[in-house]
């Protein structure tokens, strides 16, 4: 399926009205299908990496915990379903797709009973410790494989990494499904996340800090800027946040003890 659709608009330069082609990306509706049914949500996003999307949402709403309950991913051939078997607790599905769905399950109090792919849970210790110079080398640099990001400026993108550098990438209309994309590939690739960060373009609210409390990740770092709930809960759950990290300088709001002096 394309992701990039051309449409013909009015360009408007110097007080001059030009027909001109321009791109725009492509939003499509998924439906992701739990256990033949059991629970059902749809998602609009990018049409690509979908059993990425899937297998993410379920670990960073904290109804996939471990990689061993998943049974199958399959997508259907006109990648409009994607179709996912495991050994899913019915708690976890009905509060975390409650959850996913924006309902009244507010995420200030499920973040202090977030479970984790981790069996201690939570963000253990420094898990990883970088210098702010090494860190916004990374962090100005990662943008440079998101191909989407830079063709169309429609899309956030979501980078893995680690001490040797930004592992893979992921991109999506929403910040949240880009972050999504990025943690299922985590899970199905089996890397351990307790050593790793994200970097990312979107803002840094509190539903993402808890997708990250969620799997086990120790720092989030953004090119823009967070909120008041997200620094409380990063706080509460040891986690360091960075953010408008741009240029040479950013912002740390928590977990002060992972960035090291240049």
């Known amino acids: ?4 659709e051309q449409q013909a608009i009015l360009r408007c330069e110097g007080g001059q009205l030009t027909a001109a082609p321009d791109e725009v990306i492509v939003e499509h509706r998924v439906l992701i299908d739990v256990n033949g049914g059991q629970t059902r949500l749809s ?7 979908l059993d990425h999307l899937a297998v993410g949402i379920l670990a ?19 990648e409009s379903t994607v179709r996912v078997q495991g050994d899913f607790s019915p708690a976890d599905l009905q509060c975390g797709c ?3 769905a924006g309902s009244a399950c507010h995420a200030d109090k499920i973040i202090p009973d977030a479970r984790t792919l981790l069996p201690q849970g939570g963000a253990q210790g420094p898990g990883i410790t970088i210098t702010s110079r090494a860190l916004l ?7 440079g494989s998101s191909t989407l990001w830079k063709r169309t400026g429609a899309v956030h993108a979501c980078g893995l990494a680690g ?4 592992i893979f990438t992921a991109e999506d209309v929403g910040r949240h499904n880009a972050f999504d994309k990025m943690i299922g590939r985590a899970v199905l690739e089996g890397l351990d996340l307790s050593d790793k960060f994200v970097l990312t373009t979107g803002r840094l609210s509190v539903e993402l800090v808890a997708k990250a409390i969620a799997c086990g990740l120790p720092m989030l770092v953004s090119r823009g800027a967070v909120t008041s709930q997200a620094v409380r809960a990063a706080k509460q759950h040891q986690m360091t946040l960075a953010g408008f990290a741009r240029g ?3 912002n740390v709001y928590a977990g002060f003890e992972r960035i090291l002096q240049a």
Do not use: Y
């Open 163 to 166: 001490r040797g550098g930004v």
């Open 60 to 78: 960073t709403q904290g109804i996939l915990r471990d990689r061993g309950q998943l049974k199958s991913v399959t997508i259907s051939p006109d």
């Open 98 to 100: 409650r959850w996913a």
């Open 137 to 143: 080398e990374l962090a100005n640099g990662f943008l």
């Open 1 to 4: 399926m394309d992701i990039i």
């Open 43 to 49: 998602v609009l996003c990018l049409p690509r990496q």
């Open 248 to 250: 040479d300088s950013l």
